[in-house]
């Protein structure tokens, strides 16, 4: 599966564990792979988990760091598709060395722009430029 795939994937997990308690994380994931709307490899599949895990734990932190970037906006008053892309695209900046800054902005961006609003794409790609100017 190419690593595009492989972020969506992790997106729509991250997705799914905004609307959730986090002691049924594990729980989710194994409904979302076993739905069989895809179907991964197991090399995927380690891939996809690991990183929704990284992502999630690393969640305090990266709030915290997205707080402090966004003048005029709380957590709260983000869309959960945009929050998610951001908590990834802010992963992927901010703690992953092996994807590019460009890339990882781009993804996040065609992601919001697949799933998000109409304006989804230009918050998420504005947000995170704080990021990578860093």
């Known amino acids: 599966m190419k690593r595009s795939s492989l972020r969506e994937q992790v997106f ?8 959730m308690d986090g002691s049924e994380m594990e729980q989710q994931e194994e409904l979302f792979f ?16 690991n990183k929704v895990n990284r992502i999630v734990e690393k969640t305090p932190e990266i709030d915290a ?12 008053r983000i869309g959960k598709v945009e929050l998610a892309l951001l908590r990834l695209g802010i992963y992927e900046l901010e703690y992953d060395d092996d994807i590019p800054d460009g890339v990882a902005i781009a993804e996040a961006v065609e992601l919001a722009k697949k799933f998000g609003s ?7 790609n504005g947000v995170l430029a704080k990021f990578a100017k860093d």
């Open 12 to 19: 729509k997990i991250l997705f799914r564990a905004e609307f």
């Open 34 to 49: 076993d739905s069989g709307d895809i179907i991964v490899s197991p090399k995927d599949r380690e891939y996809i988990v």
């Open 65 to 76: 760091q997205l707080s402090g970037k966004m003048k005029g906006w709380t957590i709260e």
């Open 118 to 124: 109409e304006n989804s794409g230009s918050f998420v």
